[in-house]
């Protein structure tokens, strides 16, 4: 199991996944006064967060990282391993849209009742942690498709 390298693609999937959901996702500063962070578990803030209700979208990593470790219980069972991967791949991707329509959901909220205000949006680490994310476990089911095709090929021999 810890000779292939789908394995440390996959624990380094799970590793980033859980480091992303502890720091914020985006930081937002409107006017030079207020600052506003997202986080995995909703906005907060400095000042008051009049209107802003966010749901956690906690769920999704932890989705993900619950298929990434189904992906190495299941080390013997390939094809189990290469949907487990898919559907990782698919929340990940899920987490990052969301994250990304709560934000600009925000914005459009704050800016309903003032369209003069200055605001600046900043992509913190998170973001770039989720984004590098899915090039790893890309490589953990394409290492998984190898290991399938050599299998297969070893089994026409016989």
Same mark, same amino acid.
């Given at each position: ?34 600052? #506003? ?23 999704? #990593? ?8 189904? +992906?190495?219980? @299941? ?10 991967? +898919? ?26 009742? @003032?369209? @003069? ?42």
């Amino acid at each position: 199991m810890i000779q292939r390298i789908q394995t440390l693609y996959i624990l380094l999937f799970c590793t980033i996944l859980f480091i992303a959901s502890s720091l914020p996702f985006a930081s937002l500063n409107i006017n030079n006064e207020s600052l #506003y962070f997202l986080y995995p578990t909703g906005w907060e803030s400095t000042s008051s967060l009049d209107g802003l209700k966010v749901y956690p979208f906690y769920s999704g #990593y932890l989705v993900a990282v619950s298929f990434g470790i189904l +992906m190495l219980v @299941n080390y013997k069972k390939r094809p189990k391993q290469l949907r487990y991967g +898919m559907f990782s791949y698919f929340f990940v991707l899920l987490t990052i849209v969301y994250m990304l329509f709560e934000v600009s959901n925000t914005l459009e909220i704050l800016l309903k009742n @003032n369209s @003069n205000l200055k605001y600046n949006i900043k992509y913190l680490y998170s973001t770039y942690l989720l984004i590098s994310s899915l090039p790893v476990i890309f490589l953990a089911n394409r290492a998984i498709k190898k290991d399938q095709k050599l299998v297969s090929s070893l089994d026409r021999l016989r």
